[in-house]
């Protein structure tokens, strides 16, 4: 059972926030709180140390876990569990209202930020593309394809058509690589050439290829690939 020397540290973080603001905390700390209480065997933040380190201190691929994942671990009953992935949601939707905030594309960070919630966390490739009107503002966001680890397969069509009836006069493509690797395979490239020649006929510039990872992303316009 857990004494009064273990109750009172478990609340430390509390105080802390409340006296240095949240900036002061670690994130083991951060996650005390959210936990609320310990275990038979661990207080609130020794609890929260161990979650850490299940997940190499790694809040991405903590968001990542399930329900029942997370349950499965000592310490962690359902309450706890939801806990945790509530609040992890939560600051992935502050990222897309972040977004919204951004809509003018002037560089591939922009655009960037803008796509990386539709992302995050994905465990296998999706293909998107950001519309753009002719002042460069972002007017939707088209969902293209989804697949599996390795890939995913891209109808030129869809994008056009899309990119055709919004009345866009910009396109900006973007896939994720789960894996995290950056670097464009040669069917990326390919896929890319293919489509900006289309979009020339078509009169639809293809401005950006995105390569998208949690961490960062690649630029085929940077890169001089466009």
Do not use: W
């Amino acid at each position: 059972m857990l004494n009064l020397k273990s109750l009172v540290f478990q609340d430390r973080p509390r105080h802390k926030l409340l006296v240095n603001g949240k900036t002061s905390l670690t994130t083991s700390e951060l996650l005390s709180i959210i936990l609320r209480t310990g275990s038979q065997k661990a207080n609130a933040l020794q609890l929260a140390q161990s979650i850490l380190t299940q997940y190499d201190n790694n809040l991405n691929k903590l968001s990542l876990a399930e329900p029942e994942e997370l349950m499965s671990l000592s310490g962690i009953g359902e309450s706890k569990a939801l806990s945790i992935i509530a609040t992890l949601e939560l600051s992935r939707r502050k990222l897309m209202s972040e977004r919204e905030e951004t809509k003018t594309i002037s560089t591939s960070r922009d655009a960037y930020n803008i796509l990386l919630p539709e992302f995050l966390d994905l465990p296998h490739e999706e293909f998107k593309i950001l519309l753009l009107n002719r002042a460069n503002k972002v007017t939707h966001i088209k969902d293209i394809s989804k697949g599996g680890i390795a890939g995913t397969v891209v109808d030129r069509r869809l994008i056009f058509k899309h990119a055709i009836h919004c009345l866009s006069s910009g396109i900006i493509l973007s896939h994720n690589h789960p894996s995290g690797n950056l670097k464009p395979s040669q069917e990326d490239i390919r896929i890319t050439k293919e489509i900006s020649e289309a979009g020339k006929t078509m009169g639809i510039k293809i401005l950006d290829h995105l390569i998208i990872t949690n961490q960062s992303y690649y630029s085929f316009a940077d890169e001089g690939l466009l």
